[in-house]
């Protein structure tokens, strides 16, 4: 084998040394090489597209901070700001520190947050009422059109129908429609009472009552669902409009005995306009404040 071996590596150095020679001997075979890569390399960046042969290199992005629009969108914030501040008192309005002395309420409102508690207690209950300024977003407007096509639909004319819309005095005096999630607890007592109420035109309307066996955090209540407390496979509940009238009439009463009352159903939407005012304030700021940095 090492026989083999030692005749195998004096033929590969044999090879080597010829191959070395003739080199030696013929230099026009390297030069012949050399020039065929050349040509070779020249035809393919014939071949690309002259922005890649002659493209510069550039780092001028690196340094750039902000872009050319964000001046103007600054400028424009800082004047949307302006005005809207210049409408605005500091102080909260009279209405909040007379409803909170008279009905006993506490409000927990976090700033950058679109969710609000009130909170009292009734005897051994603790109360609370959690509500959201996203309500404002709903349309007073599309929901009088549709009435209006609903009652149209009932008509039988041969003309073609006509929706209007009521002055803007009209729509001033209707106010929009504001969901409250009212839950009701007993110390030392397991359960929980849940009823999903809509605040309009000074009313406490029920839409459903629920009852629940066990405490529930009101931190988790999810106020933008239909159903804010959400319990899987647990029965929902009557439909409260099918309940016995005298029923319906003892819940509302039931509501009014603490505190979720007309006086509850006026000032919903009164402080959700207001808030809703103060988060737009904090959003320009906060989004002004990001983009000139």
């Known amino acids: 084998m090492f026989r083999r071996l030692s005749q195998h590596s004096s033929s590969l150095s ?32 014939q071949t690309l597209p002259s922005i890649y042969q002659h493209r510069p290199f550039s780092t001028s992005w690196l340094c750039r901070t902000n872009g050319d629009v964000d ?13 809207e501040k210049s409408n605005d008192k500091d102080e909260p309005p009279a209405f909040i520190k007379e409803f909170l002395d008279t009905n006993l309420f506490q409000i927990d409102d976090k700033p950058h947050h679109d969710k609000v508690i009130l909170s009292r207690t009734f005897g051994n209950e603790k109360i609370n009422v959690i509500f959201s ?6 349309s007073v407007e599309e929901e009088m059109i549709q009435e209006k096509l609903n009652a149209d639909d009932k008509e039988e004319t041969n003309q073609e ?22 839950i009701i607890q007993k110390e030392g007592v397991k359960g929980t009472l849940v009823l999903n109420t ?8 029920i839409n459903s009552v629920r009852f629940l066996k066990d405490a529930i955090d009101k ?15 647990l029965y929902m509940g009557p439909i409260f409009d099918d309940l016995n009238e005298d029923i319906r009439i003892n819940f509302g009463r039931y509501l009014e005995e603490r505190g979720i ?3 509850l159903a006026t000032f919903l939407p009164d402080y959700v306009d207001y808030k809703e005012q103060k988060e737009y304030e904090n959003w320009l700021n906060d989004v002004n404040t990001f983009i000139s940095a």
Do not use: W
């Open 14 to 45: 044999t090879f080597i040394t010829l191959r070395a020679r003739h080199c030696l001997h013929h230099p026009s075979v390297i030069h012949q090489r050399l020039l065929s890569t050349s040509i070779l390399r020249n035809k393919t960046l």
């Open 71 to 83: 001046p103007d969108l600054v400028h424009l914030l800082e004047e949307e700001l302006q005005f």
């Open 133 to 138: 300024i996203s309500d404002i977003n709903k």
């Open 161 to 182: 129908d006509e929706i209007i819309v009521e002055d803007d005095e009209d729509l001033e005096d209707i106010s929009f429609p504001v969901r409250a999630t009212v």
């Open 198 to 205: 809509v605040a309009q035109d000074g009313y406490m309307n």
């Open 219 to 233: 931190d988790i209540v999810d106020i933008h669902n239909e159903n804010p407390v959400e319990e899987k496979d």
């Open 261 to 263: 009352d007309t006086a």
